[in-house]
T-cell receptor, first 114, second 113 residues
Framework: NAGVTQTPKFQVLKTGQSMTLQCAQD?????MYWYRQDPGMGLRLIYY???????DKGEVPNGYNVSRLNKREFSLRLESAAPSQTSVYFC?????????????FGQGTRLTVV | GNSVTQMEGPVTLSEEAFLTINCTYT??????LFWYVQYPGEGLQLLLK?????DKGSNKGFEATYRKETTSFHLEKGSVQVSDSAVYFC????????????FGGGTRVLVKP
């Protein structure tokens, strides 16, 4: 039972490089999310997709783009990485919004931009 | 908008001590409230939740009660173990914010033998 799978687990980028973080869930969830985790700031929502075919900005979308490829997959792209994007990135999914239902998280991608 | 405030850590305890982590929130309407736990090197997992006022969520010896009058959802455990060492996040989700989760800053708990 894989749940939410993120790749890669670790990545080091140089300033200005681009990369895509991949996320897939096998729970048939409608909603998917990308968060970043920074020390002392909890998790902040970057983008979310309430359902297949829709995406919306969260609290900190600048510098990122997303694609909801299909119901299972939701990718996060950094077009031109900056040191301020050094963080741990988490993908999550839930049945339909979080409401009173549980969100399931991947194990995270630790990204360092030098 | 919605916001969650929780006590800063780290909180260091001895095994079998009583743990309380304070959490207060600001939200429009009647949000659902959650505690998530993050063990070292892992993603977050749901610890417990409460969906309406006066509900008590409980799991693995942890408890939290949804107090609307004080807008609080404090986490408690009567006797902690070394295995409870983790980062704990309070979160809320409500219709007014499109049902997205809003997290507090997290509280690191370290339990020593």
């Amino acid at each position: 039972n894989a749940g939410v799978t993120q790749t890669p687990k670790f990545q080091v980028l140089k300033t200005g490089q681009s990369m895509t973080l991949q996320c897939a869930q096998d729970m048939n969830h409608n909603s998917m999310y990308w968060y970043r985790q920074d020390p002392g700031m909890g998790l902040r929502l970057i983008y979310y997709s309430a359902s297949e075919g829709t995406t919306d900005k969260g609290e900190v979308p600048n510098g990122y783009n997303v694609s909801r490829l299909n119901k299972r997959e939701f990718s996060l792209r950094l077009e031109s990485a900056a040191p301020s994007q050094t963080s741990v990135y988490f993908c999550a999914s839930s049945k339909a919004g979080t409401g009173g239902t549980e969100a399931f998280f991947g194990q995270g991608t630790r990204l360092t931009v030098v | 908008g919605n916001s969650v405030t929780q006590m800063e850590g780290p909180v260091t305890l001895s095994e079998e001590a009583f743990l309380t982590i304070n959490c207060t929130y600001t939200a429009t309407g009647y949000p659902s409230l959650f505690w998530y736990v993050q063990y070292p090197g892992e993603g977050l997992q749901l610890l417990l939740k409460a969906t309406k006022a006066d509900d008590k969520g409980s799991n693995k010896g942890f408890e939290a009660t949804y107090r609307k009058e004080t807008t609080s959802f404090h986490l408690e455990k009567g006797s902690v173990q070394v295995s409870d060492s983790a980062v704990y996040f309070c979160a809320l989700s409500g219709k007014a914010a499109g049902n997205k989760l809003t997290f507090g800053g997290g509280t690191r708990v370290l339990v020593k033998p």
